[in-house]
């Protein structure tokens, strides 16, 4: 069984619409894939609607938190998408998106960056605008080779020249509202050092104390010695162990499947949750 629980659609910062992301995930040979585009659920409809016959979909977010000046972010699984605390905390770091954007287009501009807001918007398109959408306009404008490359301290990167800091949740009330509402905790990508500082281990530890549920270890951007340093962690502290690609379509490297969960840690995921169950693909609309 192929389990990846981490994915992202249009409905974020992804480049495959929902239906066509379950689509791909069936044709990669995923058995289940979780949906988890950025502080919203807006894709979760159009995926069930689409969903191949033997591919189950997970639902879920990925929630964009802060600690001490550090960004960090919080796989949310199987949560009620209607728990009025979760979903207004959700809309509003959604609603802080586009200020942001266009502060740090006009930080740009200020370095020279010859960027124009429109850009950004174009390819942003119905998704939640993001850090993402100005990266491929940064590659789109020859200032960067490749949207990774726009995520370092010289562009916008936490604490770049042209970063912005957006409405964040506290990492220890998301897991709070996470699980109030029915949901299952994953720190996402926790060691991921190309992105900035990362997490210190005592954090690990109280957010263990807090609810937290797992760690996401077989990450694109953990080598080796980090993944293993995290299993131990995750070991000594209780903490589920996950891995997913973290999918963005066209707008990454990373394939589909390329990191994956094991069967025992998502039937463990599914027995935690209660706001919400894993989808049956039925056969969805292939138009």
Known sequence: MRIDLHTHSTASDGTDTPAELVREAAAAGL????????????????????????LTLVTGAELSCALDGLSLHLLAYLFDPDEPELLRERELVRDDRVPRARAMVGKL?????????????????????????????????????????????????DGGRAHVAKHELD?????????????????????????????PESAFAELAGAGLDGIEVDHAEHDALTRERLRALAGD???????????????????????????????????????AFPVPGAGGHRS
């Not at 058995?31 to 033997?54: F, K, N, Q, S």
């Not at 162990?241 to 990191?259: A, I, M, N, P, Q």
């Open 237 to 275: 502290l209780g903490l589920l162990t996950t891995g997913s690609s973290d999918y963005h379509g066209s707008r990454k490297e990373v394939r589909l499947g390329e990191y994956t969960t094991d069967p025992e840690i998502y039937g463990e995921i599914t027995r935690r949750a209660t706001g």
């Open 31 to 54: 058995d289940i894939v979780a949906l988890t585009d950025h502080d919203t659920t807006r894709g979760h409809a159009e995926a069930i609607a689409a969903l191949p016959e033997g």
């Open 171 to 199: 990492p220890f009330t998301a897991v709070r509202l996470v699980k109030a509402a029915g949901g299952v905790a994953v720190l996402a990508h926790p060691a991921a050092a190309k992105r900035g500082r990362t997490l």
């Open 109 to 157: 501009r200020e370095l020279g960056v010859p960027i124009e807001w429109d850009r950004v918007a174009r390819i942003a398109g119905d998704g939640s605008v993001g850090r993402p959408h100005i990266a491929t306009a940064l590659v789109e404008l020859g200032v960067v080779p490749t949207v990774s490359d726009a995520f370092t301290p010289q562009w916008i990167a």
